[in-house]
């Protein structure tokens, strides 16, 4: 999928364990080609892996979707949602980034810059003086990349 400003990644973690054999605690990765899909993704796929994770039955799926999208209601921001909806599911698994590749490109928080960080390490012209500057629209490809080499790399 190439990366476009309406791309979405979503990281999760496996809390149900503390170390994985393959040292990233069973961290997943999901592109999503718009904010509605990657909210979709949430309360279908994200919701399925908690359920088998937690071995969830039906009536508590439906109940766990519910409460999901009354906190998506109530909170002010895609930041305080997964923060509300990581809450709830605290020894299974928890969202570590859920945003735009734009946002990743020039966001100010640990996660988006370490990524930005492996990107100019890996792809372009690193400065240490900002080694993790915004990355520009054109070589989102390679932030992408990034993200995949960080998640590779990182013990989240």
């Known amino acids: 999928m190439s990366r476009s400003t309406d791309s979405w990644a979503i990281v999760h973690i496996d809390d149900s364990y503390n170390a994985s054999v393959l040292g990233s605690r069973g961290t997943k990765l999901h592109w999503c080609n718009s904010r509605a899909q990657a909210i979709e993704f949430i309360y279908d796929e994200y919701l399925a892996i908690l359920a088998d994770t937690g071995e969830m039955d039906g009536a508590l799926v439906h109940a766990a979707k519910q409460r999901f999208k009354v906190l998506q209601q ?15 599911t605290v020894d299974l ?9 734009a946002e990743m ?11 930005r960080e492996v990107y100019w390490e890996e792809f372009g012209d ?14 989102w490809s390679e932030l992408s990349e990034a993200l995949v080499e960080y998640l590779g790399r990182a013990i989240v």
């Not at 698994?93 to 590749?101: A, E, V």
């Not at 100010?108 to 810059?113: H, M």
């Open 74 to 88: 109530q909170a002010y921001s895609d930041a305080e949602w997964i923060e509300n909806v990581n809450e709830l």
């Open 93 to 101: 698994r928890h969202i570590i980034w859920f945003g735009s590749i």
């Open 105 to 115: 490109a020039e966001l100010n928080n640990d996660f988006a810059c370490a990524v």
């Open 126 to 139: 690193y400065d240490e003086d900002d080694p993790s500057a915004y990355v520009p629209e054109d070589e």
